[in-house]
C-alpha cells in the first residue's frame, strides 16, 4: 500500500525559510512527476511545484520561482521542497502528490499525502 507522508511544516516569521520532505513508502518515486501543491483557507488547491522524475527538470508556479526549491532524493526515496523568503501568501497545507503530469492537477496525480501545514506570520 502506498503511503507518502509530508513532514516539515511549522510556522515561520516573514522573510524565514522552511523545508518540507514528503517520504513514500511501499512505493518508490520512479513514473513520470512528483509535484507540491498548497491549499490555503478559503482558497482552490494550487501546484506550486512539480519535478520530472526522469530528468530531474523542475517547475515552478510564478508566484514561488526564485523562492522555492524542489528536489528529490532518490537514495532516501523522498521529496523536498526548499522554501525561503516566506510570506504570509505562502500559508496553507501542503500536500506532494505523485505519478502525474508536471502540469497536472491534483485529481491528475495517482498517490496523494495528507498534507503539512506551514503558516508564514507577518
Known amino acids: 500500500q502506498v503511503h507518502l507522508t509530508e513532514s516539515g511544516g511549522g510556522s515561520v516569521q516573514a522573510g524565514g525559510s522552511l523545508t518540507l520532505s514528503c517520504a513514500a513508502s511501499?512505493?518508490?518515486?520512479?513514473?513520470?512527476?512528483a509535484a507540491w501543491f498548497r491549499q490555503a483557507p478559503g482558497k482552490e488547491r494550487e501546484g506550486v511545484a512539480a519535478i520530472d522524475i526522469f530528468d530531474g527538470s523542475p517547475h515552478y508556479v510564478d508566484s514561488v520561482r526564485g523562492r522555492f526549491t524542489i528536489s528529490m532524493d532518490n537514495a532516501k526515496n523522498t521529496l523536498s521542497l526548499r522554501m525561503s523568503s516566506l510570506t504570509p501568501e505562502d500559508t496553507a497545507l501542503y500536500s506532494c502528490a505523485s505519478d502525474g503530469p508536471c502540469a497536472g492537477s491534483w485529481d491528475d496525480y495517482n498517490y496523494w499525502g495528507q498534507g503539512t501545514p506551514v503558516t508564514v506570520s507577518s
Open positions: 511501499g512505493y518508490t518515486f520512479s513514473n513520470r512527476c
